[in-house]
């Protein structure tokens, strides 16, 4: 079992930036796909980048591509999400989530990922 631990959410006003931390153990941290979710208030939850740490391949969707970045550090096995240019929109709480690489493809749903961290929250006010 992957125990995920994410930090680093918080206020922030429109237009500033924000780094997420998911700090991944209990499992060979090079061996996982991890990906950054978040969930608003009576909205389905998205899946917003998601990042192969055996090889550094990323993947984004279209709705933070180009804001959002994900990037991992070995030395302390985590993963991270920097987010720029924030929007009220992108208030909403922010989990990771890890599955083992053998079982990640691009048609990897949420639903599929076995282990999830406790989110943090985001809050972006206009």
């Known amino acids: 079992q992957v125990d995920l631990v994410e930090s680093g959410g918080g206020s922030v006003q429109a237009g500033g930036s924000l780094t997420l931390s998911c700090a991944v153990s209990g499992a060979t941290f090079n061996r996982y796909c991890v990906a950054w979710f978040r969930q608003a208030p009576g909205k389905e939850r998205e899946a917003l980048a998601r990042i192969y740490t055996g090889t550094g391949t990323t993947y984004y969707s279209d709705s933070v591509k180009g804001r959002f970045t994900i990037s991992q550090a070995n030395a302390n096995n985590t993963v991270y999400l920097q987010m720029n240019s924030l929007k009220p929109e992108d208030t909403a709480m922010y989990y990771c989530?890890?599955?083992?690489?053998?079982?990640?493809?691009?048609?990897?749903?949420?639903?599929?990922?076995?282990?999830w961290g406790r989110g943090t929250q985001v809050t972006v006010s206009s």
């Open positions: 989530a890890a599955l083992h690489s053998s079982l990640c493809s691009l048609k990897t749903t949420g639903a599929q990922y076995t282990d």
